[in-house]
């Protein structure tokens, strides 16, 4: 598996949805590890086959958003999609729009706050996985388009109106390379120092977040938000 799928696994088995939508659903590896009859899950993917054992599944282009003709949904999963997305403020919201009340959205994509990825945007000016792509923009060629950090997730987040947003590290194998931490003290300084002249509890947590591990070395995202109760 994948590091992050895991993460997303153990995620769902603690929210315990009866329905969740899984865009882009990709190869359908969600319902291969969800495989409980008690949890129906909907895929949405514009270049794959439709997965096995998913009660739905449609073929749409993510750039318009969640189609309005599906049902709401105790959870939404979109591993490795975001970046893909010109227009992810529609995305959201149109995710959170297909969302139960208190029902959650789980996101992964890659990190671009990872030492080794702000150092090859120093030296080349475009993070790894984000290249320049003159003369090769077409549709259908999966193209990265959008670099994500902890922080962009979040604030697109929070425009969208989710709410309880979090941040599950991603460190595939539990450790951080010695080069990596020189590097990241700076910017690790820069969080902590944010974090002790916060003017909020909840501005405090989102600088303590940014100067953790999960922000500053994992390769890869995980992160949640609810939709309100009361929406």
């Known amino acids: 598996m994948k590091a992050y799928q895991p993460i997303v696994c153990s995620i769902a088995e603690l929210a315990r949805p009866r329905s969740i939508l899984d865009l882009p659903s ?7 590890v ?3 009859p008690d949890v129906a899950i909907d895929g949405i993917d514009l270049y794959e086959e439709p997965p096995a054992g998913y009660r739905n599944f449609l073929c749409r282009d ?7 003709e599906l049902d709401s949904y105790d959870m939404i999963v979109s591993c490795e999609g975001i970046e893909h997305i010109a227009n992810p403020g529609l995305f959201l919201k149109s995710a959170r729009r297909h969302l ?11 990190n671009t ?4 990825a702000r150092w090859q945007y120093f030296q080349r000016g475009f993070f790894p996985g984000f290249p320049a792509l003159a003369a090769r923009i077409e549709p259908g060629t999966h193209m990265h388009i959008l670099p994500w950090s902890w922080p962009q997730l979040h604030l697109h987040l929070s425009l969208a109106g989710f709410t309880n947003i979090e941040l599950h590290p991603c460190l595939e ?3 951080t390379r010695w ?6 003290l700076p910017m690790k300084a820069y969080c902590r120092r944010k974090a002790r002249i916060s003017h909020s509890p909840k501005e405090r947590q989102f600088w ?3 100067a953790g591990p999960g922000a500053l070395y994992a390769r890869r995202l995980v992160v949640s938000g609810r939709n309100p109760a009361n929406s």
Do not use: F, K
């Open 62 to 68: 993510l750039e318009e958003g969640v189609p309005d």
């Open 173 to 175: 194998d539990g450790r």
């Open 26 to 32: 990709g190869s359908g590896w969600l319902r291969r």
């Open 113 to 116: 706050w990872y030492p080794g």
């Open 100 to 110: 139960n009340p208190g029902g959650m959205i789980v996101i992964t994509t890659p």
């Open 34 to 36: 969800i495989n409980r």
């Open 208 to 210: 303590t977040i940014c």
């Open 179 to 184: 080069i990596e931490r020189i590097l990241a």
